[in-house]
C-alpha cells in the first residue's frame, strides 16, 4: 500500500538556524498523488501548511518551502530561518486516491526552536 | 470561529460501553471524512463520506458505524469499546473527493478503561 516516511523527531534547532525535514513516499495506488506538509501547533488542530499537486513544482507558505520530486518520490520541508513560533509537529502527507480521497500520513515530527 | 466541531474534546469510557463521537462542519463541504491516532502511530484514514453516502471503509472493524444525519454533519458510533481503541479521533471535511484538500477538527481523545 502508499506509505509516507519522515524524519524521526524530536527535532531540536536553535532559533535563526535552516531545518529540513525529510519526507519520502511510495504511491503505488495512485500515479500522482498530491503531496501535503500539516503542521500541529501546541492546544491547536492540524492545520494544512503547503500543498502541491504536480511533480517537479514547490509549495511554499510561512518561509517554509517543499519541492516534489517525482524521480526520487521525495517532498523535504525546508526553511532557511526557524523562529520559536515554529515550534510544533510536523506530517508530510500524499491522496492516496482520487476516488475516495484516502489520505496516507506519515508519523509526524516534532520541532522544538530554542531561543 | 471554529468551522469544524468536535465533541466532546475528551471521553473517558469502561470497556464493553458504546460511545458516539459528533463532528460538525461549517464550510459548506461535500465530503467528510474520520481518521484516528493512536499512541506513536501515523493518523490513520478510517471512512469518507461523500454527500452522506459512504465512499470507503478501511477500517477491520463493524464496531465502527459512521452515521450523517445532515450534509455537515458525520459522527462516529463505537460499539463493544476496548482498551485498543483509545486514541485521538480525527474529523475533516473537503469540498469534493477527487484529492480537494482536508480540513481538520481538533479531536477527540477517547481513552477506555
Known amino acids: 500500500g502508499d506509505s509516507v516516511t519522515q524524519t524521526e523527531g524530536p527535532v531540536t534547532v536553535s532559533e535563526s538556524e535552516s531545518l529540513i525535514i525529510n519526507c519520502t513516499y511510495s504511491a503505488t495506488s495512485i500515479a500522482y498523488p498530491n503531496l501535503f506538509w500539516y503542521v500541529r501547533y501546541p492546544g491547536e488542530g492540524l492545520q494544512l501548511l503547503l500543498k502541491?499537486?504536480?511533480?517537479?513544482q514547490k509549495g511554499s507558505s510561512r518561509g517554509f518551502e517543499a519541492t516534489y520530486n517525482k524521480e526520487t518520490t521525495s517532498f523535504h520541508l525546508q526553511k532557511a530561518s526557524v523562529q520559536e513560533s515554529d515550534s510544533a509537529v510536523y506530517y508530510c502527507a500524499l491522496g492516496s486516491s482520487s476516488n475516495t480521497n484516502k489520505v496516507v500520513f506519515g508519523t509526524g515530527t516534532r520541532l522544538q526552536v530554542l531561543p | 470561529d471554529p468551522k469544524i466541531i468536535q465533541k466532546p474534546k475528551y471521553l473517558v469510557a469502561v470497556t464493553g460501553s458504546e460511545k458516539i463521537l459528533i463532528c460538525e462542519q461549517y464550510?459548506?463541504?461535500?465530503?467528510m471524512y474520520w481518521y484516528r491516532q493512536s499512541a506513536k502511530k501515523p493518523l490513520e484514514f478510517m471512512f469518507s463520506y461523500s454527500y452522506q453516502k459512504l465512499m470507503d471503509n478501511q477500517t477491520a472493524s463493524s464496531r465502527f458505524q459512521p452515521q450523517s444525519s445532515k450534509k455537515n454533519h458525520l459522527d462516529l458510533q463505537i460499539t463493544a469499546l476496548k482498551p485498543d481503541d483509545s486514541a485521538t479521533y480525527f474529523c475533516?471535511?473537503?469540498?469534493?473527493?477527487?484529492?480537494?484538500?482536508?480540513?481538520f477538527g481538533p479531536g477527540t481523545r477517547l481513552l477506555v478503561l
Open positions: 475533516a471535511s473537503s469540498q469534493d473527493l477527487n484529492q480537494d484538500t482536508q480540513y
Open positions: 464550510l459548506g463541504h461535500n465530503a
Open positions: 502541491v499537486i504536480t511533480a517537479g
